[in-house]
């Protein structure tokens, strides 16, 4: 065989045909299959003969001398579709443009599946997730997703993009702050009052410090509440500490509650494997692996479909139609909760919970005790990618690049420039020559990250937590409001590439923002009375409005 086949096969496999249909119209309809299992074998590279004229050259030739059929050996094409990565769309596209790849490769153990469903299966496998699922597990998800390792491999890709599991993370919590490097160890810092740092103690962290109980556990995924925090390990458990309740209610420093200072485990989700959890202001909320949604405490069965109260400790299942539907992120506002769900139709936003504002997306401002779709990005057609929930209002990031808001619109959060309510997503038309990668969102405030590394900033500015240092007339302006999005140009001025965006989202607590360069650099500027910006403040100071480097390293 020659290197030119090789090469060929490559130019095949990096193909995108735009004119074919998507993905979703070629699933797999195949039954119930073990595990394919590729031997990996030497490959021998043959020199073609020099008398070998290369016009002469096709896959299904005369046998003439060079001529390699691409069916000859399906395994060398399965071998190079695993290694180049491809997306799940990019496989489906190789199905409907030749035989070739849809007809059944005859591989053990199930001789029906496609060199693309095989090269997806491959590439599953890949997942650090993927690996810890049994072989009867790994076929449920696989029916779930809708019956292809295409739509699996989807689904697992659509998890890791938007809530960066398995890499280093920033959480700007109310008043307290988590930050989570690359090999899993956690430092948090800021206000204690409840324990919410997990140090064993209720004394303030002003810079930060490795909770050193977590010895030996790798922490993937965090989230911070009033008085509250919980962590997610590699292995699927989940630990909390500071107050002892799920719900966060207004008063969240009651003298009643029982405060843990240390990392516990949460003994009702030890049989759920979490991979994410979510914390609003009278309710927390945890994503499995398999991409169920878990809720704890609400109040009334007419805001999440079931009766709790607020130191309910039972998992309840959500109920509705996402019972039968995977979900890859979940967000929390004040009162209402979103989810980002992998439909073989497409990428799609639930939501459920309190609709004063609109923040539902569904153009009315009725509550929703089930989750429901919020239909708007099909009109608009476009495939949410990541979600966020700010306290009021929410954000989505399109696979193009576009950013929708919707919710309230005060202080300018929704970047419309002017600070009407939206009851359906909005494109964000200032952002129309930025293409969007990460979206964040706090109370009435919003940030964008753009795919080259710049950061826009829009909404609420009273605690300098937007970047901005001054005004468009050129004046100092540190706490202004800003209608529409602006470029942060402070941290322009740092030199590094952002990735991520954490902001305070809560309505008590001043705000404070983080960035997270790809080098594992941690930024941080706005409120920082408790320490929870790791920077030492000088005496009376109480903001910094400029970001500043916090010394942790992250990478």
């Not at 409907?96 to 693309?116: G, H, K, W």
């Not at 002892?244 to 990392?263: H, M, R, W």
């Not at 459920?352 to 609109?358: I, P, R, S």
Request: proline share 4%; aromatic share 8%.
């Amino acid at each position: 065989m020659s290197l030119n086949f090789l090469k060929s096969c490559k130019a095949l496999c990096a193909t995108k045909t735009s004119a074919v249909p998507d993905m979703d119209a070629t699933a797999s309809e195949t039954s119930t299959i073990q595990l394919h299992n590729v031997v990996e074998q030497p490959l021998t590279l043959i020199p073609p003969l020099q008398t070998f004229q290369r016009q002469q050259r096709h896959c299904f030739g005369n046998s003439s001398p060079g001529e390699f059929p691409l069916a000859a050996n399906p395994y060398i094409v399965l071998h190079v579709l695993t290694g180049c990565d491809l997306e799940p769309q990019d496989l489906a596209k190789l199905e409907v443009t030749c035989s070739f790849f849809r007809q059944p490769a005859n591989f053990a153990p199930d001789s029906e599946l496609s060199i693309t469903e095989l090269a997806a299966l491959d590439m599953c496998r890949k997942r650090v997730i993927f690996k810890m699922i049994t072989l009867e597990e790994r076929e449920l998800l696989k029916q779930r997703c809708g019956g292809s390792w295409k739509l699996v491999l989807r689904f697992l890709l659509a998890g890791e993009v938007c809530s960066r599991r398995e890499r280093s993370q920033a959480i700007a919590g109310p008043g307290h702050s988590i930050a989570i490097t690359s090999n899993g160890m956690v430092f948090t810092f800021g206000s204690n009052s409840l324990g919410q740092l997990g140090h064993g103690t209720l004394e303030e962290e002003w810079r930060p410090r490795q909770i050193r109980s977590l010895q030996g556990i790798r922490i993937i995924q965090a989230a911070a509440g009033a008085g509250r925090t919980m962590l997610i390990s590699d292995s699927g458990r989940v630990y909390a500490f500071g107050k002892d309740s799920f719900g966060e209610v207004a008063d969240y420093g009651n003298q009643g509650a029982k405060l843990i200072t240390t990392p516990l485990p949460v003994e009702s989700l030890k049989d759920i494997f979490v991979v994410q959890a979510a914390i609003g202001n009278f309710f927390t909320a945890v994503l499995s692996r398999e991409g169920r949604v878990y809720t704890f405490s609400w109040g009334n069965e007419t805001k999440l479909g079931h009766h709790t109260d607020e130191n309910d400790l039972e998992p309840r299942l959500l109920s509705g139609p996402l019972e039968n539907i995977p979900v890859v992120q979940i967000a929390a506002g004040y009162c209402y909760l979103l989810a980002l769900a992998c439909e073989p139709s497409g990428m799609s936003v639930y939501s459920v919970g309190c609709g004063l504002g609109g923040k539902l997306g569904h153009n009315s401002r009725s509550d929703e005790k089930h989750p429901r779709l919020i239909e708007q990005f099909r009109t608009l057609k476009l495939q949410p990618m990541v979600v966020a929930a700010g306290s009021w209002h929410a954000a989505v990031v399109g696979k193009d690049g576009r950013v929708c808001t919707w919710g309230w619109g005060r202080y300018g959060c929704l970047g419309h420039g002017d600070e009407e309510c939206e009851s359906v997503p909005k494109v964000v038309e200032a952002l129309s020559k930025v293409k969007a990668v990460h979206v964040a969102t706090g109370d009435y405030t919003t940030f964008v990250v753009s795919d080259d590394g710049d950061v826009y900033s829009f909404g609420c500015g009273e605690s300098s937590n937007l970047g901005h240092l001054t005004a468009a007339d050129g004046q100092v302006n540190r706490h202004g409001n800003v209608l529409k999005p602006e470029l942060v140009t402070s941290l322009k001025q740092v030199n590094e590439r952002v990735v991520q965006i954490s902001l305070t989202n809560s309505i008590y607590w001043n705000a404070h923002t983080f960035a997270l360069t790809d080098s594992g650099r941690l930024y941080a500027f706005g409120a920082g009375d408790k320490g929870q910006l790791g920077i030492e403040l000088v005496a009376n100071q109480t903001e910094r409005s400029h970001p500043e480097k916090v010394e942790i390293d992250l990478s």
